[in-house]
């Protein structure tokens, strides 16, 4: 990899030049919304603001495209074809591009796969960006299936890790066989209780919420927070690349919150953060929380401060976009830090207003979900 001069964090000199990208062109809720202007920061890097000034200080990082489940919302029930091991981010390389990420501004990088538990070197990855805090850096966090997690969770705590997602769909053992076309439920639930042990606080919960798979278990996952200290957030099915996406399975936020309040009409709406994704819920007197990602229904494009860097080193401005271009690449051609920088800029200056509607993502060419990361 090449040596980097080192790049003053105060650089705000933003690019127009034009880049290569690889594209393929195409084309309210009832309640009222309880969150929180977010706040600009004038001297945010350029680099990182877009045209509609969005500031994006999370930055979501896939480690690998291999994963040990086959869940049926991820991956094609056939597989994918996965990228040969010269063409992923080395070590180095997504340590290098962190910094320069966290010398703009990004606070908060999340790791995610595939599943990033498969990559071996997840504990030096996680004690490198730990090492970055006093550059800015607050959270670490990963996404993972859980599946191996229980044995290795107080160690990837001890090197900086101080959040965690696990992804459950049902809590029922043999459906849990069905959606992810695998064995493994004890272990997640193991893994849950594991991280509920080591105060990780909350412990969040991902259930992609499916109609004629998983939507009868909606309640059952508000009760699982009676006595844990929980946040289940339930996601609305969204088309990717193989997944086979139909709008008749989706269930909507609106939905899932009437069978809620059917049960408990006491739920009570909390604050969300500033560029929260998730619509925040409690059942009074329950330990933990539930919250609704609604990406199709009333999407949250207007306060998202997110990006996202695949497993081959392209970067992703926008989750449902197929605008991307090569960070790894720029980066062995051997360009300096200011040069990568401004690929980053332009980049991100070429992020759209919002996401499209329901019936053209569909219809969108992107990359499947495992492909993207979590």
Not at 11 to 30: D, H, K, N, Q
Not at 278 to 304: D, L, N, R, W
Request: with cysteine; hydrophobic share 35%; net charge positive.
């Amino acid at each position: 990899m090449p040596a980097f001069a080192n790049f003053s964090a105060q650089s705000r000199c933003m690019c127009s030049t034009t880049l290569p990208v690889t594209e393929t062109r195409t084309e309210s809720s009832l309640l009222p919304k309880v969150k929180t202007r977010p706040k600009f920061d004038r001297d945010f890097s350029e680099f990182l603001t877009d045209t509609f000034g969005r500031q994006h200080s999370y930055l979501r990082i896939s480690l690998t495209e291999r994963c040990n489940l086959r869940c049926q919302y991820c991956m094609p029930e056939e597989g994918i074809d996965l990228s040969p091991k010269e063409h992923l981010l080395t070590t180095p390389e997504i340590l290098k591009l962190s910094q320069l990420f966290v010398q703009q501004g990004i606070n908060k990088v999340r790791l995610t796969g595939g599943e990033p538990l498969l990559r071996k070197d997840l504990l030096q990855i996680i004690e490198g960006l730990n090492t970055l805090r006093p550059q800015g850096l607050k959270h670490i966090g990963i996404t993972t299936n859980g599946i191996t997690l229980a044995r290795k969770l107080a160690d990837l705590q001890a090197a900086g890790m101080d959040q965690v997602n696990i992804s459950l769909d049902t809590l029922i053992p043999a459906k849990f066989e069905f959606v992810t076309r695998r064995r493994g439920y004890k272990h997640v639930m193991s893994a849950i209780d594991k991280a509920i042990e080591l105060n990780f606080s909350p412990v969040k919960i991902n259930c992609v919420v499916m109609r004629g798979t998983n939507e009868d278990e909606v309640c059952d996952f508000v009760a699982f927070t009676k006595d844990k200290p929980v946040d289940i957030r339930f996601i609305e099915y969204m088309p990717f690349g193989g997944n086979q996406w139909n709008f008749k399975r989706m269930v909507s936020y609106q939905q899932m919150l009437d069978m809620i309040r059917d049960k408990w009409p006491e739920l009570e709406r909390l604050s969300d953060g500033p560029n929260d994704t998730s619509k925040a819920y409690k059942v009074p007197g329950f330990a933990g929380q539930v919250g609704f990602i609604t990406s199709m229904s009333e999407h949250f494009c207007g306060t998202c401060n997110r990006l996202r860097m695949t497993a081959d080193g392209n970067l992703k401005v926008c989750l449902h976009g197929n605008s991307e271009v090569s960070l790894r690449d720029v980066m062995r051609s051997g360009v300096s830090e200011e040069e990568v920088l401004e690929v980053i800029g332009a980049a991100v200056n070429r992020k759209k207003k919002q996401h499209a509607g329901m019936s053209s993502l569909s219809k969108m060419k992107n990359r499947p979900m495992i492909l993207i990361g979590g």
